[in-house]
T-cell receptor
Framework: AQSVTQLDSQVPVFEEAPVELRCNYS??????LFWYVQYPNQGLQLLLK??????LVESINGFEAEFNKSQTSFHLRKPSVHISDTAEYFC???????????FGEGTQLTVNP | GAVVSQHPSRVICKSGTSVKIECRSL??????MFWYRQFPKKSLMLMAT?????????EQGVEKDKFLINHASLTLSTLTVTSAHPEDSSFYIC???????????FGPGTRLLVL
């Protein structure tokens, strides 16, 4: 079975500061990795995904995540955050041959002015 | 692309009544749909997985007779909460995956309040 650990339940930062949201996973087989963002009272939006190939993946709004197989991590980073980035962020994994997602507990990112 | 809608967005009902929630994939064919439940400040709990035209697969501990799932077409799945009770109050989110896809695309969620 797979598991996902998001090490920080809450991350407060100031606007324009860099941020890293940590995600570690455990699996005995190869996995696909995802980051989803959830704004208050809304569903989840896919932020970025790693399926194969380049270990660094980027989203259109400045976030990036790097797959590190040796450390079983998929940390999410942004060099300069905005107030509008305030949201809950979920890391998730699925095994390559299956379809169900296993989610981490989520990290609440709060960007303060 | 990959837009999923849910209806209604919010519903309040009396205890003992049944509530139906619709999940639609608007611009792709969803061969697999998933239903999740999310408690306040908690992660998502997968309730069931449904493939078009076949019976849903329920997660352990989820009552299939209480949470009826129908996936009658490639663009529509419904979740019916039967004989709802206050403890069924929650945020229900569906997601959909296309035939060749890997990622799941989520609906905006339905907030259910049972009085």
């Amino acid at each position: 079975a797979q598991s996902v650990t998001q090490l920080d339940s809450q991350v407060p930062v100031f606007e324009e500061a860099p941020v890293e949201l940590r995600c570690n996973y455990s699996s005995s087989v190869s996995v696909y990795l995802f980051w989803y963002v959830q704004y208050p009272n809304q569903g989840l939006q896919l932020l970025l995904k790693y399926l194969s190939g380049s270990t660094l993946v980027e989203s259109i709004n400045g976030f990036e995540a790097e797959f590190n197989k040796s450390q079983t991590s998929f940390h999410l980073r942004k060099p300069s955050v905005h107030i509008s980035d305030t949201a809950e962020y979920f890391c998730a994994v699925s095994i390559t041959s299956g379809s169900r997602l296993t989610f981490g507990e989520g990290t609440q990112l709060t960007v303060n002015p | 692309g990959a837009v999923v809608s849910q209806h209604p967005s919010r519903v309040i009902c009396k205890s003992g009544t049944s509530v139906k929630i619709e999940c639609r994939s608007l611009d792709f064919q969803a061969t697999t749909m998933f239903w999740y439940r999310q408690f306040p400040k908690k992660s998502l709990m997968l309730m069931a997985t449904s493939n078009e035209g076949s019976k849903a697969t329920y997660e352990q501990g989820v009552e299939k007779d209480k949470f009826l799932i129908n996936h009658a077409s490639l663009t529509l799945s419904t979740l019916t909460v039967t004989s709802a009770h206050p403890e069924d109050s929650s945020f229900y989110i569906c997601s959909a995956r296309g035939r060749a896809g890997v990622a799941q695309y989520f609906g905006p969620g339905t907030r259910l309040l049972v009085l």
